[in-house]
């Protein structure tokens, strides 16, 4: 095998909780009088709660004391935990369960890395609570993505070397994380930007990665 493990992000690579997010930051962002698109929200993809508000605030030229941001965030983050209760273990793609347990029969130790804080309420609600061999998330750091902190934590937590590690991610935020983390990196989707190790269109194509089959 090429890689040891393989570390996922979890928003928009595993399940779909970036509409979520979205619409969340939206009605927010409406009571603001602040209009947010998707440009906007794919540069808040992989990025932390708090650094996803500034940029939404700096977006509508909104300047705010800190009290205020700390209750708009959790105003936030009350509706997007709202929102994930809609979501069941029918949220898992098949070919998501599918490629993970074809990559775990494969002998690689499988991880999560997320900034997300709210990572184990969605892995308990798409019935993954118990699967991943680590899961490294936003409560366990204090440097978000870019930052490799969430990556080298994962790796660590399961005793692999950085290098022997590939990372998966949907942003750019995450992308540029797994190469100061001393990672290679597949990206997903269009917001990854131009430093990926591999893009994939498929979350399958993960397999031949793992095995040395693409390049
Ligand atoms: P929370 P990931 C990230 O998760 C999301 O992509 C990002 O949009 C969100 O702001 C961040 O988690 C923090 O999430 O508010 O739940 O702590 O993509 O790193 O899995
Ligand atoms: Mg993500």
Redesign the pocket.
Known sequence: MKYQAIIF????VICHT?QY?YQAWKQMADGLGIAIDESINDQ??????MA?LEIILKEGGVQLPEEEKQRLAAQK?EL?RSLLMQMTPADLPVEVSETLQALRDAGIRLAIG?????TVMILERLGLGDFFDAVSD?NQITHS?PDPEVFLLAADLLGVPAKDCLVVE??EA?IRAAAAGGMDAAGIGAAVGDACTYRIGRFSELVQIAAGDKS
């Open positions: 992000d979890l928003d928009g970036d997010h808040l993809r992989g990025v932390s709660r996803s983050n997007y997320s900034s997300s804080k709210n936003g993505k949907d942003a995450g």
